[in-house]
């Protein structure tokens, strides 16, 4: 039972490297979500998707760029990777939006 | 736009004492509010999950309420101890589909 699964777990960028941040839920759910965690912060919402082939922007979108092309994959790409991206990066998933989300272990990024 | 707020930011007490958290938010448009916990540079453990047609939910000393009508939640933690020592956050699902966070609060429990 794997649930949202995260890689890589730990990531060093040079300034202006591009990378993909891989998502993967094996629960079915249609809803998913990727978050950044600046240290002592709360989470802010990067993207969400509520089905294949949908997505749409939260808080803080700009510098990212996600897909949706199957439930199961939710990938979030760094094109041009700058140091305020330093974060922690966390995916979730949840059924239908009214259910329980459950989140991923995070990727602790940093960008030198 | 939806704001959610917890008080307070930090807390520090002493082992079994009853403990009362606070999330508030603006919209009261939405579909559930969740409760999570995060241990120090780890991911988040869901703890109680409440649906907008229900008032509370309990699991073993955690009670989580919610008021729609006031745009508040609260979290009952009873007899803490200090493994309950974390950040506690909570998050709403909104009409419009977001995930939002709170802003947390900080708790330690000491011996």
């Known amino acids: 039972n794997a649930g949202v699964t995260q890689t890589p777990k730990f990531r060093i960028l040079k300034i202006g490297q591009s990378m993909t941040l891989q998502c993967t839920q094996d629960m079915n759910h249609n809803y998913m979500y990727w978050y950044r965690q600046d240290p002592g912060m709360g989470l802010k919402l990067i993207y969400y998707?509520?089905?294949?082939?949908?997505?749409d922007k939260g808080e803080v979108p700009n510098g990212y760029n996600v897909s949706r092309s199957t439930t199961e994959d939710f990938p979030l790409r760094l094109e041009l990777a700058a140091p305020s991206q330093t974060s922690v990066y966390f995916c979730?998933?949840?059924?239908?939006?009214?259910?329980?989300?459950?989140f991923g272990q995070g990727t602790r990024l940093t960008v030198v | 736009k939806q704001e959610v707020t917890q008080i307070p930011a930090a807390l520090s007490v002493p082992e079994g004492e009853n403990l009362v958290l606070n999330c508030s938010f603006t919209?009261?448009?939405?579909?559930?509010l969740q409760w999570f916990r995060q241990d120090p540079g780890k991911g988040l453990t869901s703890l109680l999950l409440?649906?907008?047609?229900?008032r509370e939910q309990t699991s073993g000393r955690l009670n989580a309420s919610l008021d729609k009508s006031s745009g508040r939640s609260t979290l009952y933690i009873a007899a803490s101890q200090p493994g309950d020592s974390a950040t506690y956050l909570c998050?709403?699902?909104?009409?419009?589909?977001?995930?939002?966070f709170g802003t947390g609060t900080r708790l330690q429990v000491f011996p």
């Open positions: 998707s509520v089905g294949a082939g949908i997505t």
């Open positions: 409440i649906q907008s047609s229900q």
């Open positions: 919209d009261s448009a939405i579909y559930n």
């Open positions: 998050a709403l699902l909104s009409n419009t589909d977001k995930l939002i």
């Open positions: 979730a998933s949840s059924n239908q939006g009214q259910g329980e989300a459950f």
